[in-house]
């Protein structure tokens, strides 16, 4: 499975970004996806996850300006990002994991990862 992840970039507060995660080679592995974030410094967390089913996670440091959603036709991943803060700023990660469960996404264990798209929050 490979993961690309596109559409970081600098942006002020309040503003908005759209992030995508295109998915290739052994897509019939993919269960959960998910956005991770991590700031320099800081350690990795997990912004949002959509289970195959379509139930949905958000850390609380996201719920009402994030949305997280999958269009399994183009096999890609997407994180609607508004109302940004400059605490938003990091590298952000599509991941994917082989878990088909219908719940609770942010417990399962994210085998693939992307390399990552830089999202910069100005004050």
């Known amino acids: 499975v490979q993961l690309v992840e596109s559409g970081g970039g600098l942006v002020q507060a309040g503003g908005s970004l759209r992030l995508s995660c295109a998915a290739s080679?052994?897509?019939?592995?993919?269960?959960?996806m998910g956005w991770y974030r991590q700031a320099s410094g800081k350690e990795r967390e997990l912004v949002a996850a959509i289970a195959s089913a379509g139930t949905t996670y958000y850390a609380d440091s996201v719920k009402g300006r994030f949305t997280i959603s999958r269009d399994n036709a183009k096999n890609t991943l997407y994180l609607q990002m508004n109302s940004l803060k400059p605490e938003d700023t990091a590298m952000y990660y599509c991941?994917?994991?082989?878990?088909?469960?219908?719940?609770?996404?942010?417990?399962?264990?994210?085998?693939?990862w992307g390399q990552g798209t830089q999202v910069t929050v100005s004050s």
């Open positions: 991941a994917a994991s082989p878990e088909f469960g219908a719940d609770s996404p942010q417990l399962y264990e994210y085998e693939y």
């Open positions: 080679g052994s897509i019939f592995s993919i269960g959960a």
